[in-house]
């Protein structure tokens, strides 16, 4: 392969890896802080045989074409892959890979973080030290709720699903509910986890976390209707995809107090706009998609990339492809 291979990658990565890339293709890195926009993105893959994307990017069959006929691979920084068009991709015979299972257990920790976040109003405390509003200790101020003892609903049990309910279940002794595509005995056994309907799940929990990955089965899964049977007093957190939930009904679930509390790693659109109604809203902690975002899980992100990347161009078969289902 030596250095003759020409590489794109979206934006800079870190962790070492990343140089043995450069060590070993021609790359070219996008050098702004924000993703490249549309034209420039197909500018830059001209004439190269891999590509190194994010989610921001749209990889579609237009951005193939663009590459010039000898692109061979496309390597996707994400566990997440609804931004590639992957029959385009198999059609051309282009190989396609992601970053899966090292970020489980970052983004487990950020939904639970999120959760007690949310349940124990802690933004909204920290805001009125930021004030200079806090002027004593009130014995009725600030009060939240515990986890403990209580219902926890786990929409999606995957792997990320499950590492919440194992920190929950294990740390706060809650009752796990759970929807998922297939029966998980395992789960039922070892967490005491019972599979529902979603019906069931949101009129059952009093914390709920969302972890199925983003279809057009699952856009706006969690709509007004599904929100409208939600405990009063209910703790929801999505560091699944923002388009899950459909947010303008959660803004009027929360305005009209059928949500004590709300925690979102993810929006629609990313970066979400000071002027939506969530961002404003009492109860309601938005971070910006960091579930991922430790110095460990990225790092092995882009290994993982790389190594896809590399395979990909080489011929070989990817350490971790995706395939066109069906």
């Not at 931004?83 to 257990?105: E, F, K, W």
């Not at 030290?129 to 600030?142: A, E, H, I, L, N």
């Not at 430790?294 to 790389?306: D, F, K, L, Q």
Request: aromatic content about 4%; hydrophobic content about 40%.
């Amino acid at each position: 392969m030596g250095n003759s291979s020409r590489v794109f990658v979206t934006r800079q990565l870190p962790g070492p890896a990343f140089d043995r890339l450069r060590q070993e293709c021609d790359v070219r890195v996008w050098p702004g802080v924000m993703p490249p926009d549309r034209q420039s993105l197909l500018q830059e893959v001209a004439d190269c045989e891999g590509v190194l994307a994010l989610l921001t990017d749209r990889v579609d069959a237009e951005l193939m074409d663009a590459a010039g006929g000898g692109l061979r691979v496309i390597s996707n920084y994400a566990v997440g892959y609804n931004n590639i068009d992957l029959a385009a991709a198999a059609a051309r015979g282009i190989s396609v890979g992601n970053t899966p299972d090292v970020l489980t257990d970052a983004t487990a920790d950020m939904a639970v973080t999120l959760m007690l976040a949310a349940a124990r109003r802690v933004r909204e405390a920290s805001d009125e030290v930021r004030r200079g509003d806090w002027k004593t200790w009130d014995p009725r101020g600030w009060l939240g709720v515990e986890p403990g003892g209580k219902t926890l609903g786990i929409v999606g049990m995957g792997r990320i699903g499950e590492a919440v309910a194992r920190r929950m279940v294990g740390g706060w002794q809650m009752n796990l509910l759970y929807t998922s595509r297939s029966a998980k005995p395992d789960v039922d056994s070892r967490l005491g986890g019972r599979k529902v309907d979603l019906e069931t799940l949101m009129a059952e929990s009093d914390f709920l976390s969302v972890h199925v990955s983003l279809s057009e089965q699952t856009k706006h899964l969690i709509d007004a209707a599904m929100l409208s049977r939600v405990r009063p007093d209910a703790v929801l957190v999505n560091t699944a995809r923002g388009e899950i939930i459909d947010q303008e009904a959660l803004a009027d679930a929360v305005e009209q107090g059928r949500l004590r509390g709300v925690g979102l790693d993810v929006t629609t659109p990313e970066p979400l706009p000071t002027s939506d109604r969530l961002v404003g809203l009492p109860g309601v902690t938005i971070v910006p998609h960091i579930g991922s975002a430790t110095t460990r899980s990225r790092y092995a992100m882009t290994e993982i990339a790389v190594d896809n990347l590399l395979a990909g161009l080489r011929g070989d078969p990817l350490r971790c492809p995706v395939m066109l289902e069906g």
